[in-house]
């Protein structure tokens, strides 16, 4: 439901109502009192891109070229830290507030900005990941050490062989996108070569009426079989299965969806916060910066 543009969000008493009739929805953040509980904190650090992927989710991108700024983000940390619990998972078992930069392309601000923000964030003991096409390699290479995962796109499965001998390899997770287009001899492609990649996982991803696409028949006919067993990630929005080694990630079709989940803050180069990808409009849920 929209309102004049602005997406409308259920109220904290809203929320504190349904936590009192035990009908808590991981869909919203959850009021525990003085703390919101969250999966993850996103931050654009720029609209800019070097890529244009068909699968982007940006609306703006190469749009607006603006940067954020490094005290925004200071200020977007504190409240984190003040009002925001974070749900444990299998990725982040200790509960810690996870940080994903995102763009865009990150890697276009550079990698003195990127460490800055992962040391700022380190300091406050907050997991740092960020997703990257992966076209400036050198600043990747850089950026590792100062990042807990580097989620790298790659267009096609030996686009992966060059992250093969890295040092960092436990930091890196491979991200191959499953389109329309994607058949199951790529996919086994993909299983081959990075066998040896700890983290590695191939997304299903939606089209534009957030509907998942439609796989070609083979690979739908792996991906679906009845010896695959999927499990439902905590906010109850994905879910995952292992299949030959690698992770697969499928969004559950719900009308409500992940990427506006108050679950999920968001903030833009702007300066604003909110939980939607539809606008870039101040939404202070979880408080003002």
Same mark, same amino acid.
């Given at each position: 439901?929209?309102?004049?543009?602005?997406?409308?969000?259920?109220?904290?008493?809203? =929320?504190? $109502?349904?936590? &009192?009739? $035990?009908?808590?929805?991981?869909?919203?953040?959850?009021?525990?009192?003085?703390?919101?509980?969250?999966?993850?904190?996103?931050?654009?650090?720029?609209?800019?891109?070097?890529?244009?992927?068909?699968?982007?989710?940006?609306?703006?991108?190469?749009?607006?070229?603006?940067?954020?700024?490094?005290?925004?983000?200071?200020?977007?940390?504190?409240?984190?830290?003040?009002?925001?619990?974070? %749900?444990?998972?299998?990725?982040?078992?200790?509960?810690?507030?996870?940080?994903?930069?995102?763009?865009?392309?990150?890697? %276009?601000?550079?990698?003195?900005?990127?460490?800055? =923000?992962?040391?700022?964030?380190?300091?406050? $003991?907050?997991?740092?990941?960020?997703?990257?096409?992966?076209?400036?390699?050198?600043? %990747?290479?850089?950026?590792?050490?100062?990042?807990?995962?580097?989620? =790298?796109?790659?267009?096609?499965?030996?686009?992966?062989?060059?992250?093969?001998?890295? *040092?960092?390899?436990?930091?890196?997770?491979?991200?191959?996108?499953?389109?329309?287009?994607?058949?199951?001899?790529?996919?086994?492609?993909?299983?081959?070569?990075? &066998?040896?990649?700890?983290?590695?996982?191939?997304?299903?991803? $939606?089209?534009?009426?957030?509907?998942?696409?439609?796989?070609?028949?083979? +690979?739908?006919?792996?991906?679906?079989?009845?010896?695959?067993?999927?499990?439902?990630?905590?906010?109850?929005?994905?879910?995952?299965?292992?299949?030959?080694?690698?992770?697969?990630?499928?969004?559950?079709?719900?009308?409500?969806?992940?990427?506006?989940?108050?679950? =999920?803050?968001?903030?833009?180069?702007?300066?604003?916060?909110?939980?939607?990808?539809?606008? *870039? +409009?101040?939404?202070?849920?979880?408080?003002?910066?």
């Amino acid at each position: 439901m929209k309102i004049l543009g602005i997406l409308a969000f259920k109220s904290n008493s809203q =929320i504190q $109502n349904n936590k &009192k009739q $035990n009908k808590v929805s991981f869909g919203n953040a959850i009021d525990t009192g003085a703390k919101f509980t969250i999966d993850h904190a996103d931050i654009l650090v720029t609209h800019r891109c070097n890529k244009g992927c068909p699968t982007c989710i940006d609306k703006w991108v190469n749009k607006y070229k603006q940067i954020i700024s490094f005290d925004i983000i200071k200020k977007y940390f504190n409240l984190l830290d003040r009002n925001t619990v974070s %749900v444990p998972s299998p990725v982040n078992k200790e509960g810690r507030t996870l940080i994903n930069i995102l763009g865009g392309e990150p890697t %276009v601000v550079g990698e003195e900005f990127l460490n800055q =923000i992962a040391e700022n964030a380190h300091e406050r $003991n907050f997991l740092m990941w960020t997703s990257t096409n992966g076209i400036k390699t050198e600043t %990747v290479k850089r950026i590792l050490p100062n990042f807990d995962m580097v989620h =790298i796109t790659v267009d096609k499965p030996e686009d992966a062989i060059k992250w093969a001998d890295s *040092e960092y390899l436990n930091r890196i997770d491979i991200k191959y996108p499953c389109t329309e287009k994607t058949s199951l001899e790529d996919f086994l492609r993909f299983v081959n070569i990075t &066998k040896d990649f700890p983290n590695k996982k191939m997304i299903v991803y $939606n089209d534009l009426h957030r509907k998942e696409i439609k796989m070609q028949p083979e +690979l739908a006919a792996l991906l679906d079989g009845s010896d695959v067993k999927y499990t439902v990630a905590p906010h109850g929005f994905q879910k995952y299965a292992d299949v030959y080694g690698v992770t697969i990630k499928r969004t559950i079709q719900e009308d409500n969806h992940f990427a506006d989940s108050q679950m =999920i803050p968001r903030l833009y180069p702007n300066g604003n916060y909110n939980c939607t990808w539809e606008n *870039e +409009l101040n939404n202070p849920y979880l408080g003002e910066l």
